[in-house]
C-alpha cells in the first residue's frame, strides 16, 4: 500500500501562495487518484481537487478553481497543489488522500491519507 506525506503549509498573506507537495512511497502514485483536501476549525472535510490515475485528468471545486492547481510528477512520485490568491477562508488543514479507483469528491472514499499540513492566510 501507499503511504503519504504532505508538506508545504506555512502562514501566507492574503493574496499570497504556497505550493504544498504530497509525496508518495511505498507504491508508485500514478497508480492512484490522488485528491487535496481541507478541513477548518469546526468545519468538515471539503473536498478541494483531484487527479487522475494514470491519464492525469483533473477536477476542482468552484471554490477553488482558477486558483488551485493540481499537479503530478512522475519521477519524484509526488503530487503538488499550487495555491495562488489566497484568502483568509483559505485557512484550514490541507490533506492528500489517493484511492486505487475514478474520482471522487467524497472523503471516505479515499483509503489512505497524509498527515495533514496547516496553512494560515492572515488579511
Known amino acids: 500500500q501507499v503511504q503519504l506525506a504532505d508538506s508545504g503549509g506555512g502562514l501566507v498573506q492574503a493574496g499570497g501562495s504556497l505550493r504544498l507537495s504530497c509525496a508518495a512511497s511505498g507504491r508508485t502514485i500514478s497508480s492512484y487518484t490522488v485528491g487535496w483536501f481541507r478541513q477548518a476549525p469546526g468545519k468538515g472535510r471539503e473536498f478541494l481537487t483531484a487527479?487522475?490515475?494514470?491519464?492525469?485528468?483533473?477536477i476542482y471545486a468552484d471554490s477553488v478553481k482558477g486558483r488551485f492547481t493540481i499537479a503530478r510528477d512522475n519521477a519524484k512520485n509526488a503530487v503538488y497543489l499550487q495555491m495562488n490568491s489566497l484568502k483568509p477562508e483559505d485557512t484550514a488543514v490541507y490533506y492528500c488522500?489517493?484511492?486505487?479507483?475514478?474520482?471522487?469528491?467524497?472523503?471516505?472514499?479515499?483509503?489512505?491519507w497524509g498527515q495533514g499540513t496547516q496553512v494560515t492566510v492572515s488579511s
Open positions: 488522500a489517493a484511492r486505487g479507483a475514478w474520482f471522487s469528491t467524497w472523503s471516505n472514499d479515499y483509503d489512505y
Open positions: 487527479i487522475l490515475r494514470s491519464a492525469g485528468s483533473t
